[in-house]
């Protein structure tokens, strides 16, 4: 069967029906993947023409090329081409050889019926109906922030608050934190919870860091824990590099049994980077750059500005927040909007004998809270503690902490 879907309802009764599965990797399919999570309907794999172009991976779901699917996975799918129809010829160019049990294509009423329910809408659209003009499209972005979303697009779970680098300005503050291991069983205990919370679902993309989780003696157990809770999210290893070349064959057999993606991110000092490319490679580990860096770029750093006095508009400051309603980040039982929240008041109070003040507005217990959706509209609101943010600075040339103040105030 090959027709054109035109409602939201249409699609639902599709999909109770058949395993969906979708072609093309953009904004249309984020958007697709987003309605669907929110009406308990999982999206089985999307599909491209070719890897180099696209993400690998898309709110959780790999992101696969349509030739190297076996037959008999494709006979059994139903696809859903995600794009306008100027791509529609080369499309079924494309996908034409291919025997998909059924072949939908979306229509721009389903397009923008979904948008709507989203609330998820394109920036991008709305900027070229109304001149193209920065103004809108930072006014667009800074509204959608207090929009709940169906899900939590980017979690991160802090297993260590120190570091083996010391970044200057720190956004995370492990180069001024004391030696600090979270247990794996603190930490698998709030693994286990989240997924009990959240169905082992709705939670596209994980984070294991800190700090350098690669310093973490319980690191491999961890990794596991989150994988076999987590089935279906991305989840990522994010390090600076430096000890990658120092694991054993148990990592990388970890790494691959549990489908990790190590984020490199590539500073200017003395390490291999394409060795350690080459070694995930060959270890068939997926491997990329952290966003800010890669092949040809350098990292740099921006300053992560407190505000001492704490008499930022908190709604201000989270409608400008570049992680807001997204970053969240769990430690020891509690739910943060931000790592910046739980770890300055904490690791900068201490450091520079400071007052930042917490309040049970800035966090979720998860052990008292049941409902994922409490989850969703926490993640969708201003905090107390966003009154100490005065946002970032421009960018500068990446460089190592020397511990004083003056890397998260103005001077």
């Known amino acids: 069967m090959t027709k054109e879907i035109y409602t939201t309802d249409e699609l639902q009764q599709i999909c109770k029906l058949n ?16 309605y669907l999570a ?25 992101v ?46 389903l397009i923008s019926d979904i948008r709507y329910k989203n609330a998820d809408f394109d920036v991008d659209t709305i900027n070229s109906s109304w001149g193209n003009s920065r103004l809108i499209q930072g006014e667009t972005d800074r509204i959608l922030r207090f929009v709940p979303r169906p899900c939590l697009e980017y979690l991160i779970f802090n297993i260590l608050d120190h570091c083996n680098l010391r970044c200057k300005g720190c956004d995370h503050f492990a180069c001024i934190a004391d030696e600090k291991f979270y247990s794996y069983e ?18 596209m993309k994980i984070a294991i860091m800190g700090g350098e989780p690669l310093l973490h003696p319980e690191l491999l157990e961890i990794l596991k824990e989150t994988r076999k809770n987590f089935p279906f999210a991305t989840i ?20 691959r049994e ?65 992680i807001s309603n997204y970053g969240n980040f769990v430690l020891e039982g509690k739910f943060y909007g931000c790592p910046f929240s739980a770890q300055s008041f904490r690791i900068f109070n201490k450091k520079f004998n400071r007052n930042l003040r917490i309040t049970e507005e800035d ?28 946002g970032l600075s421009p960018m500068f040339p990446w460089s190592r902490s020397e511990g004083k103040m003056t890397e998260w105030i103005e001077e």
Request: aromatic share 12%; proline share 3%; glycine share 4%.
């Open 258 to 322: 549990n489908d990790i993606t190590i984020v490199n991110t590539k500073y200017p000092i003395n390490l291999n980077y394409e060795a350690m490319k080459k070694k995930a490679g060959s270890e068939n580990v997926r491997f990329q750059y952290f966003k800010g860096s890669g092949e040809d770029v350098i990292k740099h750093s921006f300053k992560k500005i407190i505000n001492l006095n704490g008499d930022s508009n908190p709604a201000d400051s989270f409608s400008r927040c570049h």
């Open 19 to 34: 395993q969906l599965s979708l072609f093309g990797a953009g904004d249309i399919a984020r958007s697709v993947i987003k």
């Open 186 to 203: 603190s930490v698998a205990s709030d693994i286990r919870r989240m997924a009990e919370i959240f169905d082992g679902d709705y939670i």
């Open 38 to 62: 929110n009406n308990d309907i999982r999206v089985k794999s999307v599909f491209v023409s070719n890897l180099k172009d696209n993400p690998p991976e898309l709110l959780g779901i790999k």
């Open 236 to 255: 990522r290893l994010t390090t600076n590099g430096i000890l990658l070349l120092k694991q054993n064959e148990e990592f990388w057999r970890i790494c």
């Open 363 to 390: 966090y979720l217990d998860i052990y008292k809270v049941n409902d994922k959706n409490e989850f969703f509209q926490f993640a969708a609101r201003p905090k107390f503690y966003c009154r100490y943010c005065k």
């Open 64 to 109: 696969v090329k349509i030739s190297d699917v076996p037959v008999e996975i494709i006979k059994e799918q139903t696809l859903l081409v995600c794009a306008t129809k100027l791509w529609r010829n080369e499309i079924e160019d494309i996908i034409g050889s291919y025997t998909f049990k059924n072949i939908l294509w979306s229509s721009e009423s």
